[in-house]
C-alpha cells in the first residue's frame, strides 16, 4: 500500500528566509509525487509534480521540490519564504504500480508560518 | 474563472436529515473525485467517475453517501439520514486522462456541519 509522512505539523521561517517542507513516501514502484497548498477556507491549489526525469522540480509561486529516491523523499523548498506563503501544505503520492484506480494519497499536512 | 465549482460553500443541518452537494468540474474533463477532509487531517478519497461510471468507492463510503453523474458532467453527493461524524469539508476535483500522472484539480470545497 502506498503512503506518505509529512513528519512535521508546523514549520516557522522568518520571511526571506529559504525554507523546506519535508515530505516522505513508501510506494512498491517508483512514485508520482505532488505538492498542494491550501489557504484556510478554501480547497487544495497544485503547486508542482514529479513523474519522471529531473530530480528538482520547479512549480507554481517560486516553489521547487527534490525527488530523492535513496531516500524516498520529496522535500518541497523555496529559496526566499514571503508571509503569504502562510498556509498548510499537503504532500501526495501515486503508486502508478498498482491496478485498478491509480488513488492519490494525501499526507496530513505541515502548516507553514511566516514570521515578518 | 473556468476552475471547479462546488455547491453549496457551507451547509448546516440537524442530525438524521439530508443533504446534497454539487460539483461542477472543469469542463474538458472526464474524471471527477469526491474527497472528505475532517481537521487536522488530509483529504481522504471518496469515489471517483470517469465520465459517468463510477468506477471506485472508498470504504469510508457508506450506504448512506451515495454519488451519481448522471451526463458524464457535474457531480451530485448526498448524505441520508447525516450524523455529526459527517461534520467535514467535502472536496471535489477533476482531471483529464494523463497515463496515471494527471493533475487533479480542486473545487473549493464544501463545510458540513452536523449538529
Known amino acids: 500500500a502506498q503512503s506518505v509522512a509529512q513528519p512535521e505539523d508546523q514549520v516557522n521561517v522568518a520571511e526571506g528566509n529559504p525554507l523546506t517542507v519535508k515530505c516522505t513516501y513508501s510506494v512498491s514502484g517508483n512514485p508520482y509525487l505532488f505538492w498542494y497548498v491550501q489557504y484556510p477556507n478554501r480547497g487544495l491549489q497544485f503547486l508542482l509534480k514529479y513523474i519522471t526525469g529531473d530530480n528538482l522540480v520547479k512549480g507554481s509561486y517560486g516553489f521547487e521540490a527534490e525527488f530523492n529516491k535513496s531516500q524516498t523523499s520529496f522535500h518541497l523548498k523555496k529559496p526566499s519564504a514571503l508571509v503569504s506563503d502562510s498556509a498548510l501544505y499537503f504532500c501526495?503520492?501515486?503508486?502508478?504500480?498498482?491496478?485498478?484506480?491509480?488513488?492519490?494519497?494525501f499526507g496530513i499536512g505541515t502548516k507553514l508560518q511566516v514570521i515578518p | 474563472d473556468t476552475g471547479v465549482s462546488q455547491n453549496p460553500r457551507h451547509k448546516i443541518t440537524k442530525r438524521g436529515q439530508n443533504v446534497t452537494f454539487r460539483c461542477d468540474p472543469i469542463s474538458e474533463h472526464n474524471r471527477l473525485y469526491w474527497y472528505r477532509q475532517t481537521l487536522g487531517q488530509g483529504p481522504e478519497f471518496l469515489t471517483y467517475?470517469?465520465?459517468?461510471?463510477?468506477?471506485?468507492k472508498s470504504r469510508l463510503l457508506s450506504d448512506r453517501f451515495s454519488a451519481e453523474r448522471p451526463k458524464g458532467s457535474f457531480s451530485t453527493l448526498e448524505i441520508q439520514r447525516t450524523e455529526q461524524g459527517d461534520s467535514a469539508m467535502y472536496l471535489c476535483?477533476?482531471?483529464?486522462?494523463?497515463?496515471?500522472?494527471?493533475?487533479?484539480?480542486f473545487g473549493p470545497g464544501t463545510r458540513l456541519l452536523v449538529l
Open positions: 501526495a503520492v501515486r503508486d502508478p504500480v498498482a491496478g485498478g484506480y491509480q488513488k492519490v494519497t
Open positions: 476535483a477533476s482531471s483529464t486522462y494523463a497515463g496515471g500522472a494527471e493533475t487533479q484539480y
Open positions: 467517475f470517469q465520465n459517468e461510471a463510477q468506477l471506485e
